[in-house]
Antibody
């Protein structure tokens, strides 16, 4: 059974870099033709897609965050990671990683299943 | 503010049928598949409906999805107390080149 688990600091100083890792178990990232994605949920608000990475390395980001976000994959550890630079209080949220079943091009679609349990990140001095 | 709109809240009594609407545009709901997620209190979202009206294994057939034009709906029949949760719709957005989520609807079972 596939499971995902986020990890990383719960508190980040403003203007610094947020770094999170998602560990995947039950399936090999290297051999799975899926995207691996990040979604966040600010307190009391809805969900926002951050970006994703195809298992072979292609990355796609939400245009509103693209300049600050990098997603990478470490197939040796079966993990993928999120880095977000120059964070502010507006980046305070629960961050989720998820398998992203997506298709780009004609007839594009994307759904997320399963999700990690989420990790709270607070940006504050 | 999300480009896909949902009512902030709705409610129903046990056994009742409730529907949750999801309104978008021709660049998202109107031209692409719609997905629904259920987020129980304090937990991560869970996929409820995919490709308009398909249910993942384990999701009861009390949940169903539909779409007409640039709007979609989630229907829950035989409402149960454990259905009390936040529900989010989502769709691919051609302008964003990525998925967009609705703002979410909080369902209260009275």
């Amino acid at each position: 059974q596939m499971q995902l688990q986020e990890s990383g600091p719960g508190l980040v100083n403003p203007s610094e870099t947020l770094s999170l890792t998602c560990t995947v178990s039950g399936v090999s990232i290297r051999s799975s033709p899926y995207y691996w994605g990040w979604i966040r949920q600010p307190p009391g608000k809805g969900l926002e897609w951050i970006g994703n990475m195809f298992y072979s390395g292609s990355t796609y980001y939400n245009p509103s965050l693209k300049s600050r976000v990098t997603i990478s994959i470490d197939t040796s550890k079966n993990q993928f990671s999120l880095k977000m630079t120059s964070v502010t209080a507006a980046d305070t949220a629960v961050y989720y990683c998820a398998r992203d079943v997506a298709k780009r091009g004609s007839g594009s679609y994307a759904w997320f299943d399963p999700w990690g349990q989420g990790t709270q990140v607070t940006v504050s001095a | 503010q999300s480009v896909v709109t949902q009512p902030p809240s709705t409610s129903g009594t046990p056994g009742q049928r409730v529907t949750i609407s999801c309104s978008g545009s021709s660049s998202n709901v109107g031209s692409n598949y719609v997905y629904w997620y259920q987020q129980l209190p304090g937990t991560a979202p869970k996929l409820l409906i995919y490709n308009y009206n398909q249910r993942p294994s384990g999701v009861p057939d009390r949940f169903s999805g539909s779409k007409s034009g640039t709007s979609a709906s989630l229907a829950i029949s035989g409402l149960r107390s454990e259905d009390e949760a936040d529900y989010y719709c989502a769709a691919w957005d051609d302008s964003l080149s990525g998925p967009v989520f609705g703002g979410g609807t909080k369902l209260t079972v009275l």
